[in-house]
């Protein structure tokens, strides 16, 4: 069974009932998640040796953050128990023309106080076959930032392949650094690269060559190809890099698909219609989960993407951070059934 390792922030999600508003609400619903622990349920998911590494208080709040994570079959020996809190999102969802609205707080968390040297990652990594991370980790702290570092050059030293979802948040890099002074050196020690144009503007300043890229309903494909190939000439480490594309009709019906670049052909996925989003929270984790599943269990490029593709498509339609779906549900899909029938 593949090992797969992901390092990063689990957080309690607090999210008004339904489509409220903050100022509506006098209850939460409760949800765990973050970017790097919903890959690791995911895999987990999928029935592979999954381990998520992070830095969780030893409190009620914390160990609730755990008991998901082992719910769900994710492995949790590496996890620090340390800190003073568990990180918080608020997530307001929208509906129609009226977008989602996150507001974080994170400071002083277990993950944003964590320094290089806490973890072993020679021993972590023992015997791995994956390592993931994403571009939240190091905007929190520059020990987020450091143990990152850390972590990636161990995992190149001792052979274990390394992914990124870049994730540029902009509410979250605040402690003095420009994504730009941090995340080139980390980057450089990647095998994948999965960013959008937004990413690549704002962590390296690339932009899309000869296209005028919008945030529409209608995404072409090629017209990401300039930029995954800068992504390639930058960090010339990578073998392959992935955007998906995203087309916002409004908030509750999107366009969904992806592209890869392997340095001599570019793969397209095909394009779903998700035209009743229950959740898009995690649906870039959901694909980067696929992605890495794909990449490990396919033999070709095409099929690891479509994979990704149709995982995330089907994470919209599931409450919460995580995407909670089968092989079998994913591979149904790219089958081209979407009927949705019942399964008796």
């Known amino acids: 069974m593949k090992k797969i390792v992901t390092f990063g922030e689990i957080m309690l999600r607090l999210s008004p009932p339904g489509y409220k508003r903050f100022s509506q609400t006098y209850s939460f619903d409760v949800v765990y998640g973050g970017g790097e622990s919903n890959v690791a349920v995911s895999l987990a998911n999928y029935g592979l040796n999954s381990y998520f590494v992070s830095r969780i208080p030893q409190n009620d709040i914390g160990q609730c953050a755990v008991m998901e994570l082992r719910k769900r079959n994710v492995n949790t020996d590496y996890i620090l128990r340390e800190g003073e809190r568990l990180g918080i999102y608020f997530l307001e969802t929208g509906a129609v023309s009226r977008g989602s609205k996150v507001v974080y707080d994170r400071a002083h968390s277990g993950m944003a106080t ?24 190091p905007a929190l702290s520059q020990g987020a930032a450091d143990a990152c570092l850390e972590a990636i050059q161990t995992a190149n030293k001792m052979g274990v392949p390394v992914s990124t979802d870049l994730n540029y948040r902009k509410k979250l890099w ?38 005028d890229v919008t945030h529409g309903g209608s995404v072409e494909g090629k017209a990401y190809l300039s930029v995954l190939k800068q992504l390639q000439e930058m960090f010339p480490r990578a073998k392959k890099t992935i955007t998906t594309l995203r087309g916002s009709i ?75 779906v089968t092989i079998d549900e994913v591979e149904k899909l790219m089958s081209g059934d979407a009927s949705g029938r019942v399964s008796r």
């Open 114 to 137: 964590i320094q290089q040297g806490m973890v072993n990652w020679e021993e972590v990594f023992q015997d791995a076959d994956w390592f993931h991370w994403t571009g939240i980790t």
């Open 174 to 211: 605040k402690y003095g650094k420009q994504p730009s002074e941090v995340m080139p050196e980390l980057v450089a020690g990647c095998d994948v690269i999965l960013g959008n144009e937004e990413d690549a503007e704002k962590h390296f300043g690339l932009h899309p060559e000869g296209v």
């Open 250 to 324: 409004s908030a509750s019906h999107n366009s969904w698909s992806g592209v890869l670049w392997d340095g001599e052909t570019l793969y397209e996925a095909p394009t779903y219609q998700i035209t009743d989003i229950v959740d898009r929270v995690g649906g870039g984790d959901s694909f980067m989960a696929g992605l890495i599943y794909g990449l490990l269990t396919y033999e070709n490029d095409q099929d690891a993407l479509n994979f990704a593709v149709a995982a995330s498509c089907l994470k919209h339609t599931i409450k919460g951070d995580a995407n909670l």
